[in-house]
Every structure is written in C-alpha cells, then in structure tokens.
Nanobody, 127 residues
Framework: QVQLVESGGGLVQTGGSLRLSCTAS??????????MGWFRQAPGKEREFVAA????????LYADSVKGRFAISRDNAKNTVTLRMNNLNPEDTAVYYC??????????????????WGQGTQVTVSS
C-alpha cells in the first residue's frame, strides 16, 4: 500500500523557519510520481497550492504567496520531498499536505492534478 507521510510541522514564531518532509512508502520517487507537491488548508478556507516539483529535470512551481520564502526539493534516493519554509508569517498557518501525481499532466498546481495525498501536518505561526 502506497502512503505519503508528512513530518516536520510545528509551532514557530513570525519570521522563523520550518522544514517539512514527505516520505513515500511502498513506492519509489525515482520511477513514479511525475510531480510531487505541497498544498495547505487554513481554518475555514479551501485547500490551496503551495509548491510542486517535477520528477524529471526538477522543475519547480510556487504559489505567488510563497515565492522567495519557500523551497521545494526532492531526493529520489531517500524517497523524500522537502519543503523548506523561511520567513514564516501567521498567514502561513495551515495544515500542509503532500501530494503525488501518478501521471503526466500539462498542469500541476491544482488538487485535480494530484492523485495521492498524505494525512497532513500542522504548521502554526504565532505573531
């Protein structure tokens, strides 16, 4: 059974940093998941795209709200995708979800573009 498991969430003050990790069990990133992404959902809001990375070439895509502050990377050998988050602010508070796309798509920034999801990890930024 394939599972995506997030870790690294927590409580941080404004301006602080966190690193989220997503590990795929039962499946290797090196030959699956055309794209890996991170989404987040704040209380009372819809889930929104944060960042994504392609399997081939390592192309990345970011939401405007996190550009320059967040960085996504993948380590196929470790079966892990990492989201480094810097200069966090209270608006970044949300449950962060890891997602994987099983097949190639022309877009990779909406929920519909991804097929597998983790359970989420809470990130709270205090003011």
């Amino acid at each position: 059974q394939v599972q995506l498991v997030e870790s690294g969430g927590g409580l941080v003050q404004t301006g602080g940093s966190l690193r989220l990790s997503c590990t795929a069990s039962g499946r290797t990133l090196s030959n699956s998941y055309y794209f890996m992404g991170w989404f987040r959902q704040a209380p009372g809001k819809e889930r929104e795209f944060v960042a994504a990375i392609s399997r081939i070439g390592g192309s990345t895509l970011y939401a405007d709200s996190v550009k320059g502050r967040f960085a996504i990377s993948r380590d196929n050998a470790k079966n892990t995708v990492t989201l480094r988050m810097n200069n966090l602010n209270p608006e970044d508070t949300a449950v962060y979800y890891c997602a994987g796309a099983d097949r190639y798509r022309s877009t990779w920034s909406t929920e519909a573009d991804f097929d597998s999801w983790g359970q989420g990890t809470q990130v709270t930024v205090s003011s």
